[in-house]
T-cell receptor, first 115, second 114 residues
Framework: AQSVTQLGSHVSVSEGALVLLRCNYS??????LFWYVQYPNQGLQLLLK??????LVKGINGFEAEFKKSETSFHLTKPSAHMSDAAEYFC?????????????FGGGTRVLVKP | DAGVTQSPTHLIKTRGQQVTLRCSPK?????VSWYQQALGQGPQFIFQ???????QRGNFPDRFSGHQFPNYSSELNVNALLLGDSALYLC?????????????FGPGTRLTVL
């Protein structure tokens, strides 16, 4: 069975500063990896995903993440935080070649952006 | 192109009652998954429907059941509601026709059990 751990349930950053959200996973096979963002009272929006190929993945809104197999990590970064980045972020995994593509989520990291 | 839609947006029930939540997938999608998101937690997978059959199921009791219709829309039914069933219920759709798929989420239904 797969699992996801997000280090830090809350992160506070200043506007213009680096955003770094940590995600580690456990899986019996190399998984597919996803980052989703959730704004208050809304559903989840996909930021980016890694399936195969290049390990550095670029997503929407200036976010990127790097898949590091040796560290079983998929940390999310953004060079310069904007006030609109305040939201909750979820890391998730799914198993390739499995019937169905259920997502297993981490507990989430809430980002606060200070002016 | 309409995305994933869910109804109702909010729902208040009392313990012991039954509830039905509805989901229409994104156009062209044939697979629907349901997730439960308790306050302050990540979503938990309930089950997935494909070709009108339940294909995968998470660790949820039989009180949680579902259905998928020929037009790919889906319902989630919860019987004998408990206070702990209060949560945001998210529907996600995807398609088998392309590879390692992204699931597209709806806005959710907020269920409150009193």
């Amino acid at each position: 069975a797969q699992s996801v751990t997000q280090l830090g349930s809350h992160v506070s950053v200043s506007e213009g500063a680096l955003v770094l959200l940590r995600c580690n996973y456990s899986s019996s096979v190399p998984p597919y990896l996803f980052w989703y963002v959730q704004y208050p009272n809304q559903g989840l929006q996909l930021l980016l995903k890694y399936t195969t190929g290049a390990t550095l993945v670029k997503g929407i809104n200036g976010f990127e993440a790097e898949f590091k197999k040796s560290e079983t990590s998929f940390h999310l970064t953004k060079p310069s935080a904007h006030m609109s980045d305040a939201a909750e972020y979820f890391c998730a995994v799914s198993l390739p070649q499995a019937a169905g593509n259920k997502l297993t989520f981490g507990g989430g990291t809430r980002v606060l952006v200070k002016p | 192109d309409a995305g994933v839609t869910q109804s109702p947006t909010h729902l208040i029930k009392t313990r012991g009652q039954q509830v039905t939540l509805r989901c229409s997938p994104k156009s062209g999608h044939d697979t629907v998954s349901w997730y439960q998101q308790a306050l302050g937690q990540g979503p938990q997978f309930i089950f997935q429907y494909y070709e009108e059959e339940e294909r995968q199921r998470g660790n949820f009791p039989d009180r949680f059941s579902g259905h998928q219709f020929p037009n790919y829309s889906s319902e989630l039914n919860v019987n004998a509601l408990l206070l702990g069933d209060s949560a945001l219920y998210l529907c996600a759709s995807s398609t088998e026709s392309s590879g390692p798929d992204t699931q597209y989420f709806g806005p959710g239904t907020r269920l409150t059990v009193l």
